[in-house]
């Protein structure tokens, strides 16, 4: 079946070192996003990657990165961690992102613990 | 900016109990509105969506029905189980943008035997 992956579905850190989460997809998407949330909260979007193409959110903070090195694998970075970031991450992929009604699959996220 | 708004919960029915969940919207133009579910511990999956007005999206006996005049989008169904029970998140997105998905701040669900 054709799905959006993320490894690991549960990761620790320690405050300050470095993470990075994954998420492989294999829709052929153009598009893939990474989301961000918080215990009993919407999901907020942090960036998004149309083909190579890097799109970040206004307000996300310059400690959260992001590569794409094909299309189908998508990374999130986290470069110092804080203890504010441990959170639900979401990757999720659509086919396009001009079309309102084109449907984004998510994946089963990441839940970050930073101890 | 665009919003949405979701009625608190949590929502607690017993099985076979009419399910309403209310979402509104403040958005300019024709956005697409879509209800999202999240079971516990998992990501998100598109239960339905309507993409214009008075369209009715429909899944899995879900419906909402895309009203313009009133700017909502209420999640319906008619007889819930157990196995419903879950965080529901309304969402909308426009064409033309750059791909935001903008949602509600989700209700959870719970539903008794």
């Known amino acids: 079946d054709a799905m959006v992956i993320q490894n690991p579905r549960y990761q620790v850190t320690q405050f300050g070192k470095p993470v990075t989460l994954s998420c492989s997809q294999t829709?052929?998407?153009?598009?893939m996003y990474w989301y961000q949330q918080k215990s009993s909260q919407a999901p907020k979007l942090l960036f998004h990657?149309?083909?190579?193409?890097?799109?970040n959110e206004a307000d996300t903070p310059d400690n959260f990165q992001s590569r794409r090195p094909n299309t189908s694998f998508c990374f999130l970075d986290i470069r110092s961690p804080g203890l504010g970031d441990a959170a639900m991450y979401l990757c999720?992929?659509?086919?396009?992102?001009?079309?309102?009604?084109?449907?984004?699959?998510f994946g089963p996220g990441t839940r970050l613990t930073v101890l | 900016g665009d919003s949405v708004t979701q009625m608190e919960g949590p929502v607690t029915l017993s099985e076979e109990a009419f399910l309403t969940i209310n979402c509104t919207y403040t958005?300019?133009?024709?956005?697409?509105l879509f209800w999202y579910v999240q079971y516990p511990g998992e990501g998100l999956q598109l239960l339905l969506k309507?993409?214009?007005?008075?369209d009715k999206g429909s899944n899995k006996g879900f419906e909402a029905t895309y009203r313009k005049e009133t700017t909502s989008f209420h999640l319906e169904k008619g007889s819930v189980q157990v196995s419903d029970s879950a965080v529901y998140f309304c969402?909308?997105?426009?064409?033309?943008?750059?791909?935001?998905?903008?949602f509600g701040t989700g209700t959870r669900l719970q539903v008794t035997l």
């Open positions: 990657y149309y083909d190579k193409d890097f799109n």
């Open positions: 999720a992929t659509s086919r396009d992102r001009s079309s309102g009604t084109d449907t984004q699959y």
């Open positions: 969402a909308l997105r426009h064409t033309g943008t750059a791909s935001k998905l903008t």
């Open positions: 829709l052929n998407h153009n598009v």
């Open positions: 958005a300019t133009g024709y956005p697409s």
């Open positions: 309507a993409t214009k007005a008075d």
